[in-house]
């Protein structure tokens, strides 16, 4: 199939479409705003429906009732539109109905600004709502992978019937880049746990699972246990060897792979380890690294650390893990490098 | 002697207090949905409050919203799915102060749903606190000394708000009596035939006794109604077919 050039936020549109998404309710907010501009001349084409909602939680909210008509249903946003997203979200969670949802990330707190921002990690991984529930979490690095992991969220929310987010950034979804699409899918919305009306069944009940659902704190946590066994997607490049291991994910990613080539020009043995599923986080990827790693470095595009805490938690207190952050600063590749330079020279003092 | 008929949609006892309206409004309901033939075909949108109590005992497919966004989540789903008969059905503290936008909105769009907003004047749920739609002067769980309208705001009219828009139907009602009660009913008929035939947003607001917030026998709290909160809230048709009434 032929490739085409396209920007981050309309590929990922164009996905959605593609991937079977009939229903988008959402609200301009700045890096996301193309999303909802291209869904709204996009949708009504392949017989879909656009609105534009009054706030973000109308938006939430109408995703809500037509994911609960068993439609491949969506909504985007960014920073400060992301938080007021979380109530609907811990509801169609709590319901287990799939949606997908989309924060392109912006840098900072209260209004912050409009640039790219890796600083709502937690909101994403640790979910932001009230309740017991987790999001299925993918991490773009390019326009191509925003294609492929917004028709992957939708695959994935339906098998676990559980909401799905594209964690993105101002850089992914601004930049523009060759991808190719996927074929056009129709998804049926007749699905068996959809409400239509009874039908001359038993009647529908969309809401909390733990009222119907026997042993529900044991069944919750194995829906969720299932998830982080099976779902942990990375990539790693040169770790097998590295004495320092990047772990970034998203743009700041892309800067890391730069700093290994440049690393591994001047000999130093850097590689990198990029989560593609930021939850569940990919622990197993920490396998593939050299057994004999010195240090890892968390690099993210935020003023305090976020991923530093999962890449600790994985690295399991066995080599020291420090963080490169950024935000209003984009590390350069060759800090990284001479970072790293650093991070092994001091490693021979390190007591173990 | 007279059949006593139960509507086959209600399908397990109630769980209002006594003397509560919401029995009565899903009782009314029931009988509506079955006698347009729409008893499986309705899907409503529930609130948070006592009016979600209904799904214990209310034999349709419904969702529960959260808290003030039911006319949201009865847009998306109606959007899905236009055949269905899609209703959202609210108590006044969720419909009216943090569900206002929502449901403005539903009205502003003219979407093709059928509100109901149970007006009761006080959040039963939580035990009888302040609402937008609270008299002045009344005394509740949060106005000890009587609701302050230079403080708090005048009670909420949301049929005032919403007639000036390009909505299809309208109307308030009251439960003070089996004749406001049979009203009701051709309400809410009137309100789900707009929906049916694609007339656009219609709401009924209902007037309802709460008599364990309210502190009075359910003899008393609909006396009240009739002779009180009726003076604030003007009962009738408003908008009929996407045209105002006259008054």
């Known amino acids: 199939m032929a490739m085409k050039l396209m920007k981050g936020n309309h590929a990922l549109a164009e996905a959605a479409v593609r991937a079977g998404c009939r229903f988008f309710g959402g609200y301009p907010i700045t890096p996301q705003t193309e999303i909802l501009e291209y869904l709204s001349a996009r949708l009504p084409e392949v017989g879909g429906t656009f609105l534009q909602a009054e706030s973000e939680l109308g938006g939430v909210n109408m995703v809500y009732g037509a994911a609960a008509a068993g439609c491949r249903a969506m909504t985007s946003s960014s920073g400060p539109g992301f938080s007021l997203l979380q109530e609907g979200i811990s509801y169609i969670a709590s319901a287990e109905l799939p949606a997908v949802f989309v924060d392109v990330q912006r840098y900072g707190s209260g209004l912050g600004d409009i640039f790219q921002a890796q600083s709502d990690y937690f909101t994403a991984t640790r979910c932001g709502g009230h309740g017991d529930y987790k999001l299925l979490v993918y991490a773009p690095a390019s326009v191509q992978e925003s294609v492929d992991l917004t028709v992957l969220a939708f695959d994935k929310a339906d098998q676990y019937r559980n909401p799905a987010l594209i964690l993105s950034d101002a850089s992914i979804a601004q930049m523009m880049e060759p991808v190719e699409l996927p074929e056009m899918r129709e998804v049926d919305f007749d699905r068996p746990w959809a409400a239509r009306g009874r039908h001359g069944g038993e009647n529908k009940r969309i809401s909390s699972t733990m009222y119907y659902i026997e042993n529900f704190d044991s069944y919750i946590k194995a829906k969720y246990d299932d998830m982080v066994a099976g779902e942990q997607r990375w990539e790693a490049v040169r770790v097998e060897d590295a004495d320092v291991v990047l772990v970034a994910y998203g743009i700041s990613s892309r800067i890391c792979k730069e700093a290994v080539m440049q690393a591994r020009e001047r000999g130093i043995r850097l590689g990198l380890l ?36 999962d890449v600790r938690l ?10 490169f952050l950024g935000g209003m600063n984009i590390p350069e590749s060759s800090a990284l490098v001479e970072r790293a330079a650093s991070l092994i020279s001091a490693s021979g003092t390190f007591q173990r | 002697m007279a059949e006593k008929r139960t509507p086959a949609l209600l399908i397990e006892d109630n769980r209002y207090c006594p003397g509560c309206g919401h029995g009565i409004i899903n009782r009314v309901l029931a009988e509506v949905l079955e006698e347009m033939g729409l008893a499986e075909e309705a899907v409503i949108s529930l609130a948070v409050g006592c009016g979600g109590l209904m799904m214990y005992s209310f034999g349709t497919d419904w969702i529960q919203a959260p808290h003030g966004r039911a006319a949201a989540v009865a847009t998306g789903f109606k959007r899905v799915r236009p055949k269905n008969c899609v209703i959202a ?109 694609g007339g656009g947003y219609a709401l009924v607001e209902i007037l309802s006794p709460c008599p364990t917030n309210w502190y009075m026998t359910p003899e008393a709290a609909m006396k009240h109604i009739e002779n009180t909160v009726e003076t604030v809230y003007p009962l009738g048709e408003f908008v009929k077919n996407g045209e105002k009434v006259d008054a």
Do not use: C
């Open chain 1, 314 to 323: 994985a690295a399991g207190q066995r080599v020291p893990v420090e963080s």
């Open chain 1, 274 to 309: 990029r989560p593609i599923s930021l939850w569940p986080f990919p622990v197993k990827g920490f396998a593939e690294v050299n057994p004999e790693v010195k240090a890892y470095l968390a690099v993210e595009l935020s003023a305090l650390p976020r991923l530093e805490e």
């Open chain 2, 89 to 197: 059905y609210q108590g006044d503290g969720d419909a009216l102060a943090i569900g206002f936008s929502e449901t403005m909105y539903a009205a502003i769009r003219n979407e093709n749903i059928t509100a109901i907003i149970v007006n009761n004047g006080i959040y039963g749920m939580t035990g009888g606190q302040m609402a937008p739609t609270t008299l002045p002067g009344q005394k509740t769980a949060t106005s000890p000394k009587g609701r302050d309208a230079d403080t708090t705001g005048l009670p909420l009219d949301v049929i005032a708000f919403m007639k000036e828009r390009k909505v299809g139907y309208l109307a308030r009602g009251s439960l003070h009596s089996a004749r406001e009660i049979n009203r009701v009913k051709k309400y809410i008929r009137a309100a789900i035939e707009n929906q049916m035939n």
